[in-house]
């Protein structure tokens, strides 16, 4: 299994600033993902980070836009620049637990931008 | 590309009783996984079950079950002797062996009426 501590839980922010939010796994783990959960919808993947080399982003998702880090094997953090109110959502990290196909989240980040 | 389908946004159903939510899925892949994931109100995605493509018969887990037919591409969550902790967001999700990206369905809300 892996625990995942995320922060900040929740934070409104002004429009036009930018927020990071950070993942930390109390394991070391080769990838981990970033998920976008748009009000009452789906969960999106926004992007894949390696340590050691850049994310990979998926379609719709830019690096300006969200940017990542990937310092070693247990952080990582994701950047939301910019925002503006349709940037509110729940933004979600995950791993993959060693050897096994179960996804472990973080308890997300609530971001509202007013 | 993998697509996931929940045809019921919403459920409910009275305490004690047998509730399921479906789920199909569209992949040419031959070997995957699946998934049904909860998220209750505290935004914690659970894993509740997970279904190998390979393995004829379905899986369970307590309470849980899946009716997993592959050639319908069906993928759909028993609830047995429901109880109110199971009140929660429902999500079913598509992994292909070997890639660790998780695609997951819209979701379907489920109630427990006490």
């Known amino acids: 299994s892996a625990v995942i501590s995320q922060k900040p839980s929740r934070d409104i922010c002004q429009r036009g600033t930018s927020l990071t939010i950070q993942c930390q796994v109390d394991?070391?783990?080769?990838?981990m993902f970033w998920y976008r959960q748009q009000p009452g919808q789906s969960l999106t993947l926004i992007a894949t980070?390696?340590?050691?080399?850049?994310?990979?982003?998926e379609s719709g998702f830019v690096i300006d836009k969200f940017p990542i880090s990937r310092p070693n094997l247990t952080f990582s953090t994701l950047t939301v620049s910019n925002m503006s109110p349709e940037d509110s959502s729940i933004y979600l990290c995950?791993?993959?637990?060693?050897?096994?196909?179960?996804?472990?989240f973080g308890q997300g980040t609530r971001l509202t931008v007013v | 590309a993998q697509t996931v389908t929940q045809s019921q946004p919403e459920m409910s159903v009275q305490e004690a009783e047998t509730v399921t939510l479906s789920c199909t899925y569209d992949?040419?892949?031959?070997?995957?996984?699946l998934f049904w994931y909860k998220q209750p109100p505290s935004r914690q995605m659970i894993l509740v079950i997970r279904q190998e493509a390979y393995k004829q018969q379905n899986a369970t887990e307590n309470r849980f079950s899946v009716n997993f037919q592959k050639a319908a591409k069906s993928f759909s969550l028993k609830i047995s002797d429901s109880q109110l902790g199971d009140t929660a967001m429902y999500f079913c999700a598509f992994m292909t062996f070997g890639n660790e990206k998780l695609t997951f369905g819209t979701g379907t809300r489920l109630t427990i009426i006490p």
């Open positions: 992949t040419s892949e031959n070997n995957y996984y």
């Open positions: 394991s070391q783990v080769t990838m």
């Open positions: 980070a390696n340590q050691g080399s850049e994310a990979t982003y």
């Open positions: 995950s791993v993959r637990g060693t050897g096994g196909t179960e996804a472990f």
